[in-house]
């Protein structure tokens, strides 16, 4: 499948290329030429090559840069399901069922900064009642801008509901991860350990795909400013990118998990009544950009996509009002983008680290860090827009300009955790911070808590840390989760 917001992504990484520091540009065009060197190299295609009947095309910088984008479909929301649903959701149901089913946390919540959370209550029958049961499944649509939509005290549906609503139209969940994608990171610090190193451990899952998603990589170049000591970098690389993803460079090790933070906004569109192809802005009433993107076919002729952008990204879909929305997303940003390729390589300290990976534009990570000094730290590696007026959680209008993007937060503006009382660091793609830090973030539809409590257990467990402890807690097969459930079926069982 493939959203609007995925398209345009070749002019995208053409801007990027176009605007990438020398230095970044001059390792891109020669990895670039080793990748064509290598394929003139081949005695034979490469097999996706011969099922998919192509001959591969030569490499382009630019093409490392679609791979870099590419994540972003991977890790976040390219058509803004998350947020939809909470829209329609919101729209539709009590606040108080709206709260438990989209907390702000929950029990289950292990944030390294202490912060604690709560699930809310289940509301009672006098705000919705399970026991009363509409009948029939009704087939319209809703109104255009209606009031808010609730069912009544007994479970009723209260006049204001249009006959014929589609329950899979209002909770139509987008896109449906699949759990397996989630990953796990943590550091100790250097008290921790019987040699006075802080450690790093990481597991990033992702679904298996051809070529595989990491590659294990060492690399080492010589270092001008002092010949004695080599660049060295020990870790995991992408398939199409020249620089290491996570590891190590001898100074300063790194591991990634996905945030799940708020990249992205959807934005209803004001149309013009008197013509459907202008929309309202803070500066009037705008015509739609359109774009044809091209979709070539082996066996048949090319077929032909109009694609509308606005000033804010591309239009996307209509919610359930039919109303017209598109998309503002930080994989649209060539400028953020073009400071990605290699911030990590040289880095000294945990510090130096985060002041160059806060702002970066890459699909926001959770950076745990730890560096040659014993010392560790969990930030965020991306690029975090400067929201006004309003908090992302719900689709809204940009019309009047009271709500937009101003520019992006910079490093002294993110959020981050320093070298904690506890000497240990977690995330497992939950929520990893509150309060103020856990706003700047934003809810990209966070994961449950539970990977992260259970890691936090195990390292509470322990006061002190070798490789082989961290690896057990990586092997650790038990699910704390289901440890209630568990116990309340034997007791009904018995």
């Known amino acids: 499948d493939v959203c609007s917001s995925d398209l345009g992504f070749r002019k995208i990484a053409e801007q990027i290329v176009a605007t990438l520091p020398a230095a970044d540009r001059a390792v891109l065009d020669a990895y670039t030429a080793g990748v064509n060197e290598g394929l003139r190299a081949l005695g ?50 009590p606040q108080a069922m709206f709260d ?10 292990a944030p390294i900064d202490g912060t604690a959370g709560a699930t809310p209550p289940i509301p009672g029958p006098d705000v919705y009642d399970l026991r009363s049961r509409r009948s029939g499944r009704p087939t319209a649509p809703l109104p255009e801008r209606p009031a808010r939509l609730a069912l009544g005290p007994d479970g009723t549906v209260p006049p204001a509901w249009p006959a014929g609503l589609r329950w899979d139209t209002v909770f139509d969940t987008g896109t449906v991860r699949d759990d397996s994608l989630g990953s796990n990171n943590w550091a100790v610090a250097a008290a921790l350990t019987p040699d006075g190193h802080a450690l790093v451990a990481n597991d990033m899952h992702l679904a298996i795909r051809v070529p595989n998603t990491w590659y294990r990589s060492a690399m080492e170049w010589p270092n001008e400013t002092d010949p004695s000591t080599p660049h060295r970098l020990i870790g ?59 979709f070539e076919s082996t066996d048949a002729a090319p077929e032909h996509v109009d694609v509308r952008w606005t000033i804010w990204g591309p ?29 990590l390589e040289t880095a000294r300290t945990v510090t130096d680290a985060f002041d160059r990976a806060n702002g970066a534009g890459i699909p926001g990570q959770n950076l745990v860090a730890a560096d040659r000094d014993g010392h560790i730290g969990w930030s965020v590696f991306g690029a975090i827009p400067r929201r006004v007026g309003f908090d992302g959680v719900l689709p809204s209008s940009w019309s009047d300009g009271t709500r937009r993007w101003d520019g992006w937060l910079t490093p002294a503006e993110f959020p981050r955790v320093m070298d904690p009382p506890s000497g240990r660091i977690w995330t497992a793609n939950a929520r990893v911070v509150g309060g103020v830090m856990l706003a700047t973030l934003g809810d990209g539809s966070y994961e449950m808590g539970s990977r992260a409590r259970q ?10 840390f070798t490789p082989r402890d961290m690896l057990a807690i990586q092997l650790d097969t038990r699910a704390d989760f289901l440890d209630r459930w568990h116990t309340l079926l034997l007791q009904a069982l018995t």
Do not use: C, K
């Not at 009947?53 to 490392?64: G, I, V």
């Not at 438990?100 to 919540?109: H, R, V």
């Open 100 to 109: 438990l089913l989209a907390p702000p946390s929950t029990e289950w919540d």
């Open 455 to 464: 890691i936090q257990h195990r390292l509470s467990e322990r006061a002190s």
């Open 236 to 294: 995991t690389t992408l398939p199409g990118v020249p620089t290491l993803v996570t590891g190590s460079n001898t100074f300063v090790a790194w591991g990634f998990t996905n945030t799940y933070g708020d990249w992205s906004d959807v934005i209803t569109l004001d149309i013009d009544p008197a013509n459907p192809d202008r929309y309202r802005t803070p500066q009037g009433w705008r015509s739609f950009e359109h774009v044809t993107e091209e």
């Open 315 to 343: 239009v996307i879909d209509t919610d359930a009002h039919g109303r017209l929305r598109a998309y503002a997303w930080v994989a649209h940003s060539a400028e953020r983008l073009a400071t990605s390729l290699l911030p």
């Open 44 to 93: 034979a295609r490469p097999f996706e090559y011969v099922l998919l009947r192509q001959t591969p095309a030569p490499w382009r910088a630019e093409d490392s840069m679609l791979v870099v984008l590419s994540m972003f479909i991977t890790l976040q929301e390219p058509d803004g399901g998350y947020e939809s649903t909470l829209g329609t959701m919101h729209d539709v149901l």
